[in-house]
């Protein structure tokens, strides 16, 4: 069984820096394209950035200039460095990986449980 796991979220005051790691646990032969995506209380989830398994990158324009994805794929672990953090950030950041190949199978659509940011002002 695969798992995406998230971490590294936290308070953090308006101008400040996070990284959060998004780690997939289990046994994997490959993970193809890994997402963070966002859903702050009242608003849909969207999309923040992507990696591809080559390491071709794409960011929402809100983020582009002061967020940075990254991947390693030796630890099955992607990141998101978020610089320059605004208040509108906050949200609960979430990890999706669209296909993870396993020994016994292919798996589609991996979510991970999300990891709270907070942005104070």
């Known amino acids: 069984q695969v798992h995406l796991v998230e971490s590294g979220g936290g308070l953090v005051q308006a101008g400040g820096s996070l990284i959060l790691s998004c780690a997939a646990s289990?046994?994997?032969?490959?993970?193809?394209?890994v997402g963070w995506y966002r859903q702050a209380p009242g608003k849909q989830r969207e999309l923040v950035a992507t990696i591809t398994s080559t390491g071709s990158t794409n960011y929402a324009d809100s983020v582009k200039g002061r967020f940075t994805i990254s991947r390693d794929n030796a630890k099955n672990t992607v990141y998101l460095q978020m610089n320059s953090l605004k208040p509108e950030d906050t949200a609960v950041y979430y990890c999706n990986a669209d296909r993870v190949r396993t020994p016994s199978q292919l798996m589609f659509n991996l979510w991970g449980q999300g990891t709270q940011v907070t942005v104070s002002s």
């Open positions: 289990g046994s994997i032969f490959s993970i193809n394209t």
